[in-house]
């Protein structure tokens, strides 16, 4: 599916949208240039999980877990930004591999590329964002 947004706001609500339809054990990767909007659509995300804390990325500390609220379906929500990642050690390290794919967990990953050979033994949802020009962005989602 390809969607045009003209505002921060539309990429939020997109997010909002693509919660709904989201289980446990889903992992959604999303690429794109710094600034695309990545951050923006996992906050839509968030708020559809109803998480009341604010999303920030969590480049500094990696990896931030969420728990959500106990009257949804979904337990946990994993936020994880890889831009300054060295290698794939580190969020192993850190035990991300817990969270990839437990049946309870939706895992939303910027940046995947950096941890490529990782991922890719998962089935996920690419969300690519392209800048098209100013506010405008592409999103492509498979
Ligand atoms: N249509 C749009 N969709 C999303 N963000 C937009 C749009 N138009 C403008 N923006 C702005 O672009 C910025 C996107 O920032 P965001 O932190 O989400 O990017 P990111 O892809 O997560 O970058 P990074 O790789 O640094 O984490 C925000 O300041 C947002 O307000
Ligand atoms: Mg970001």
């Not at 969590?58 to 609220?69: A, E, G, Q, R, T």
Request: proline share 4%; aromatic share 6%.
């Amino acid at each position: 599916m390809i969607s045009i947004t003209n505002t921060a706001k539309q990429t939020f609500n997109l997010g909002k949208k693509t919660a709904a339809s989201l289980c446990g054990g889903d992992i959604l990767t999303l690429s794109g240039e710094l600034g695309a909007g990545k951050t923006v659509f996992i906050k839509g995300l968030a708020v559809c999980f109803g998480i009341k804390q604010t999303v920030r990325s969590p480049s500094f500390n990696l990896m931030k877990i969420y728990n959500l609220p106990k009257t949804k379906k979904i337990k946990h929500f994993v936020h994880l930004d890889c831009y300054r990642l060295k290698s794939a050690q580190e969020v192993i390290d850190i035990g991300l591999l817990e969270h990839l794919g437990a049946p309870n967990t939706v895992c939303a990953v910027e940046w995947p590329e950096k941890i490529a050979p990782l991922i890719k033994k998962f089935k996920t949802q690419k969300i690519k964002i392209s800048i098209l020009k100013n506010n405008q962005r592409k999103i492509v989602m498979k």
